[in-house]
């Protein structure tokens, strides 16, 4: 059947009479392939421009309008050997690129002052004694010039959130952030009017520096886990066979499909989205959405849910719900609920910027009034409060968190997680047990053949080459096993049954145990078999879901780290018992559903513990929401990523370890930088308090607090290799 | 310190140019992929 494929849901018109795609490509790692990719493409009539991002792996394209499809694009691509999936930029990026340039301009504007400013602030330091006072005011005069603009341009981020929080009746950071840099620099012009010695641009226009450094890093680590998880859903976005009014199938992805679409699941396929079976029957494996690992018989009328694989005959589906509604409706309920407990933990920076603005407003205050009851005039009491507020502004402590998480993200990305959040890795921290869903979580996720001992190699080789021609997700498996990618010429697939193909002048049969005309072998209860008949030889393979390769020895690291582990699944607790058994895990339990689950997680916080959940179903997509914290394979449905606080990549479960100890260092670093600005504070605050704070030592004290912290983070370093503790010692 | 009326304005002059040039880079988007830049230097072929 040949098919047409329809994307033009991800083409922006451009002004100029050119049609422009971005789309995410997989497999690009080197000079060669962007070079491959470039040249490729620029050689198709039509196509006028073509730039590959290395940094985010992604490819935007232009074409004059009508000259290509954008289906042409992929399949130029493909034809130089990369996958590529089309995305919309703006959905997945939304204004976060905006704000971000916004943030960098910000930043260089408050640099370059900052540099001009001190560039003066020096010679007035420098020169003291012997420079005139008229000379002084100039130069005071100059910065007043080059500070009042450029602080009214990049403090507007401060300013605007501070504004914003007052206005709700609240206190964030940005308060007194906005109210020391505005009263250091009304001081300043005040002073330099009264042709005084000292005036505090420089501190003010450096600490809007410092602070924005810290902004902008928090801004770009977002950015950052963003633009990962917005490559990842564009790469595993399905498509979908869908009937036209004509009559004719065009593939289309599933971001395009509405209810009361008509598609065609051929077997082998996943359900693009929830429907009713409007023709055919088949059976299909509902193991993401619920858990559950035995199939179950579907035909015209049954409903089905997206994510589900159609294992047997070809369906025909009426959509009822698609893109984003896709999900049970009691699901997104639990979802709701869930995400509103959640959002009650307050991050680290937000509870230390609830305690520190408090503290160092009373300070300044407290300082003015002990000065004017001790002697001298209101002008002096009021310059020495106000240094109090320009030293303790927090320089420091807006960088403490942020300069972390962006270098502990770093290390998570290299060590296999993607964050979704950046508070999540103070919540990994906290975590004191983790709760695993069974089905692709601690099994992968797709099954593999169990290879018998006493299997001759040979057969199992031609088996595995066989079903190369297969659809038939289990043939998928076994096919995994072949050495010679190469399908045998002539193989035909008998739909519902199996293949069959000549080899060496001898029928070959790869199917069900009636198609091969075989008999099952004992001890098979929990597996799904294949035969296979070649001649007079004859087997059965096992396909079972398998545990993750390092399953058992990153179960017992976690443990090492003082972490009691559970399993919480969807699954027949049959089929859930010797998963636990071969990991040690006493704590299991099975046939649970998505509000078992949330049940089972509230009485574990009842209990006061903090949870890890790891999960991947549909089904774990509450839970996953609920819990303190959460993580997700790839592999696993949109819905539970998207709910998730990381995902992991790979086939291995070390990810999870990783995250919890990278968390852990990360969280104890994060503390230690609080702590190393609260020492800056309680040092610099009695030395401003008594007056004795000049615009040098200022410089000084902020500028060196900030560097501090900053090499501080750098501790988190890189993902250690997988131990436990024993080993460690 | 006649010399500090063109000094003063020169040093400034200079700063803003670093400035604009930085702005100029961003808004053409110098900094969208760094690391694809350090391997583009690599390919022999000039466009």
Known sequence: ?729 | MIVLLYLIPLALGLGLVGLGAFLWSLRTGQYDDLEGAALRVLSDDDL
């Not at chain 1, 940094?55 to 290509?68: I, S």
């Open chain 1, 1 to 729: 059947m040949s098919e047409t494929l329809d994307l033009s849901l991800f083409v922006r018109r451009a002004g100029d009479g050119t049609d422009h795609m971005d789309l995410a490509v997989e497999g690009v790692n080197c000079a060669g392939c962007i070079r491959k990719i470039e040249s490729g493409l620029k050689q198709v009539p039509g196509i006028v421009d073509a730039r590959v991002n290395f940094t985010n792996r992604r490819l935007a394209v232009g074409w004059r309008h009508g000259a290509v499809r954008p289906a042409d694009v992929v399949e130029a691509l493909a034809r130089i050997g990369y996958r590529a999936y089309p995305f919309a930029p703006e959905r997945v990026d939304g204004d976060e690129a905006a704000q971000s340039r916004f943030l960098v301009r910000c930043l260089a504007v408050a640099g370059f002052a900052a540099m001009n400013v001190m560039l003066l602030s020096v010679s007035v330091w420098a020169g003291a004694t012997d420079m005139t006072p008229e000379t002084r005011d100039l130069l005071h005069w100059i910065s007043a010039l080059i500070a009042l603009p450029a602080a009214a341009y990049a403090g507007q981020p401060f300013f605007g959130s501070a504004w914003r929080a007052l206005r709700a009746g609240g206190v964030n950071m940005d308060v007194p952030i906005s109210l020391g840099v505005t009263l250091a620099l009304g001081l300043s012009v005040v002073e330099t009017i009264n042709h005084a010695e000292h005036a505090y641009f420089d501190s003010a226009i450096t600490l809007l520096f410092f602070l924005l450094c810290g902004r902008y890093l928090d801004h770009a680590m977002r950015r950052r886990t963003r633009a990962a998880a917005g490559n990842l859903s564009a790469l595993k976005a399905d498509l979908a066979h869908r009937f036209e009014r004509n009559g004719e199938v065009v593939k289309v992805p599933v971001a395009a499909l509405k209810p009361g679409d008509r598609l065609l699941v051929r077997p082998g396929e996943r359900v693009p989205a929830d429907g009713i079976v409007a023709g055919g029957a088949s059976e299909i494996d509902e193991s993401l959405v619920t858990g559950e690992t035995l199939r179950r018989a579907v035909t015209a009328g049954a409903a089905i849910h997206a994510g589900s694989l159609n294992y047997a005959g070809t369906l025909t589906l009426r959509v009822t719900a698609a893109g984003e509604d896709t999900l049970l409706a009691d699901i997104e309920r639990l979802i709701e609920k869930a995400t509103a407990a959640k959002s009650r933990y307050r991050r680290l920076a937000d509870r230390a910027a609830r305690l520190y603005a408090p503290v160092v407003h009373t300070a300044a205050a407290l300082t003015a009034i002990g000065w004017l009851l001790a002697g001298p005039s209101a002008h002096d009491a009021i310059v020495i409060a106000i240094s109090v507020l320009i030293i303790t502004c927090p320089c420091a402590l807006a960088l403490a968190i942020p300069t972390v998480q962006v270098v502990a993200s770093g290390a998570l990305f290299k060590a296999g997680v993607i964050l979704n959040a950046g508070e999540a890795i103070e919540r990994f921290a906290q975590a004191d047990t983790i709760v695993f869903d069974k089905t692709g979580t601690l099994t992968l996720p797709e099954p593999r053949v169990d290879v018998a001992a006493g299997t001759d190699p040979a057969l199992l080789e031609c088996a595995a080459r066989l079903a190369l021609s297969s659809r038939h997700p289990l043939a998928a498996a076994l096919a995994r096993e072949a050495g010679d990618r190469v399908p045998y010429p002539g193989a035909t697939e008998e739909p519902g049954l199996g293949v069959a193909a000549m080899i060496d002048g001898v029928e070959a049969r790869l199917g069900s145990l009636a198609f091969c005309d075989t008999a099952a072998t004992p001890d098979t209860a929990d597996a799904s078999l294949i035969a296979f008949r070649h001649g007079a030889h004859t087997a059965v393979f096992a396909v079972r879901q398998a545990l993750r390769a390092d399953a058992a020895e990153v179960v017992a690291a976690l443990r090492g780290l003082k972490l009691d582990i559970r399993i919480l699944s969807g699954d027949r607790p049959e089929a859930v018992a010797p998963i636990a058994t071969a990991l040690g895990i006493h704590d299991w339990r099975g046939g649970l559903k998505p509000a078992d689950k949330i049940a089972a997680l509230a009485a574990l916080e009842a209990d006061g513990r903090k949870v890890l959940m790891v999960g991947d179903g549909l089904n774990d997509a509450p839970a996953l929401a609920a819990a303190h914290a959460s993580l997700s394979p790839i592999s696993a449905v949109d819905l539970a990523q998207a709910r998730a606080d990381g995902i992991f990549l790979g086939e291995r479960l070390a990810p999870v370890w990783h995250a919890v100890t990278i968390a852990r260092r990360s969280h104890r670093l994060m503390r230690q930088n609080l702590w190393l600005a609260a020492t800056y504070n309680a040092v610099a605050v009695p030395v401003a308090v008594a007056g004795l704070v000049t615009p040098l030592i200022a410089a000084v004290a902020m500028s060196s607090s900030s560097v501090l912290v900053t090499l501080n983070a750098l501790r988190v370093g890189r993902p250690r290799p997988v131990m436990s503790q024993e080993e460690r010692r």
